[in-house]
DNA sequence: CTGAAAGCGCTTACAG
DNA sequence: CTGAAAGCGCTTACAG
């Protein structure tokens, strides 16, 4: 390469235009480019039209963050979710993404693996940053109420931690549950585990309810030792699984209150060489994906979580246009996906 | 309720605390608070102290916004996928979600749904909002030119199109499809099937390249018609696969190029109820939880897209600390996570 | 050791 | 119909 040649980067501006440079490039005030440009306030149509070709002609993309400290109103939302990976969040991020764009708003987007703390932290570098508001999946009650606190509106979804304290956008846990299980003791099962992650979040509560409900609107008495506790991993749970399957008196149906504790279930089952659903009947919370590729299908309570998060956003943006309107909790269905995890009892 | 209750709205102040009320209530200056605040510049311990008390006691969070606008630097960085339900790019987020906490960065999020226009507005909106840089995996060479011609530092992740122009983090898809197809081919397979998305982008050219490389090097003719592009719906892909299998001459095994038209297939062979391996052998570019949940288990170049995003995001922060340093590609080999989806021909 | 002043890039009443 | 001025909430040389 030659010497004295202009280095690449010498081509491009050394900064990114500004409005003022706009501004006097087209021989006007900033005030009145930035009519021009906003469209807000008035302008006379040939001025409006030079401005904004000499815009475009520089690059110039107005400062979002100049903007909104100037407006006091950002147009950014945060999101909060507890993992990623997991198929049900990421399709709830999914929606609220889709949305989002489409009423030209940017998403913040934090994964906080399921810590209270980190899930604090990331609410305060949203508060920072000064975002609209917050759809979070909360994992403990504080967030909820540090944004409250912050006077930023906050919109629970999936659980619900501070209920009658913010807007909330749940499934109706307890009625999917409740079909579910009267389907198995239908079936004839009697002996029904519940592998649950833990009972005190709204969503372990309402499963949990939903299965005791069903035993007792059939009369049927219930063993405590059936529901087990297997926390958030898929291989703790799938130890903990084991264990349940490998007892004298194994349960003939499971009832897994979501896909994780399926799969661990289901991976369980498999090493075990219980044929499902000869051996063992497998219902689960949460339908993902391979719940439709495996052999048999597992059957599913379907929640649709890109339409849960949908309904949160629009939950959020009612909420940030009525600051006062009376706190909502919006309750959403769900379906069953009947597959072929299930049939009666080995005899 | 009795009229004359102060509103519940009425505890809280009316506003957020500013430096200024910081300030304020400590007796010192803003300068001073700043300085006490950030910790960064001189202030005698004991006021620094009396300030961090107060702000604490107000509830203060500094505007973020307000500290980019003056510092010409901001804290966040844009990520731009083609789609969050596909748990590739999930894991890439979460990847990158994970490093940007812990750098104390935050983290805007578009999903564009595989769509070139909607991935540069949403490039736009990130300009807009000053982030630090970009991390995408690219639709079209466009984003990439834009955000470049902007000054902001971009990473192209997972698919490269401005090659040489920008840094990228790839994995090794030649070398990849290469091994996997010389498997089937020892196995004795011949007539090995492509299902492709499409074949421009680098990830769909070179993992065509791998194919045809592999039959070139066991010097094995190539039958064109084995190649099919099939696109990126997951239905749209089942009925090409489909047909494929219903052809006079059908192949004894498909390589399917990602895990979406993998699960195409996978749907395709239980539809015609053509036993995997026995019929017909499986590969997968792209391995995915599901692929170890069916029996038999499917055959797939791993990728691990939490490493890619990790590692996409190194890149990053690497290029923002040092914007002149020589453009580079990060190539990230891949593993082949062994099944039992494939097995010798049928005789 | 601390404070007054300037300024980041915008928008918006207000004056003319 | 347009421009000068003020100000959003910060930080940071600089003066003392």
Chains 1, 2 share one sequence.
């Not at 998403?107 to 570098?125: K, N």
């Not at 005190?200 to 030792?225: E, I, K, M, Q």
């Not at 993902?288 to 890109?306: E, H, I, K, N, Y």
């Amino acid at each position: 390469m030659k010497s004295g040649m202009p280095a690449p980067d010498g081509i491009q501006p050394a900064r990114r235009a500004t409005i003022r440079e706009v501004a006097d490039a087209a021989g006007v005030s900033r005030s009145t480019a930035s009519r021009a440009l906003t469209g807000r306030g008035y302008v006379a149509p040939p001025v409006r039209d030079r401005v904004r070709e000499i815009a475009r002609g520089l690059g110039y993309v107005p400062d979002a963050t100049a903007r909104h400290l100037r407006q006091q109103a950002s147009q950014s939302i945060g999101v909060l979710v507890s993992d990623l990976s997991n198929p049900f969040y990421a399709g709830l991020a999914a929606g609220i993404s889709q949305q989002a764009r489409k009423r030209q708003y940017t998403m913040m987007l934090a994964d906080d693996g399921g810590s209270p703390e980190v899930e604090v932290e990331a609410a305060e570098a949203f508060v920072a940053l000064r975002v609209a508001g917050v759809i979070v999946t909360p994992v403990s009650a504080e967030v909820s109420t540090y944004l409250a606190r912050q006077q930023i509106p906050v919109v629970e979804v999936d659980r619900q931690f501070s209920v009658g304290v913010c807007d909330a956008v749940v499934v109706d846990n307890e009625n999917a549950a409740r079909r579910v299980i009267h389907q198995l003791l239908d079936l004839g099962h009697r002996r029904i585990a519940l592998v649950i992650d833990e009972m005190h979040w709204t969503t372990g509560r309402d499963r949990l309810a939903g299965y005791r409900g069903a035993f007792a609107a059939a009369g049927v008495p219930l063993d405590d030792s059936l529901v087990v506790t297997a926390g958030w991993d898929v291989d703790a749970a799938r130890i903990e699984a084991h264990k349940l399957l490998s007892r004298a008196e194994p349960p003939t149906a499971i009832f897994a209150a979501n896909n994780v504790l399926a799969e661990a279930v289901w991976r369980a089952a498999a090493e075990l060489n219980m044929p499902i659903p000869e051996r063992l009947s497998l219902v689960s919370f949460d339908d993902v994906s391979w719940m439709s590729l495996v052999r048999p299908g597992v059957t599913a309570v379907a929640q649709d979580p890109v339409a849960l998060g949908e309904a949160a956003i629009s939950q959020l943006f009612e909420r940030i246009q009525s600051p006062h309107a009376p706190v909502r909790t919006v309750l959403l269905s769900a379906t069953v996906a009947a597959r072929g995890s299930t049939a009666p009892p080995p005899a």
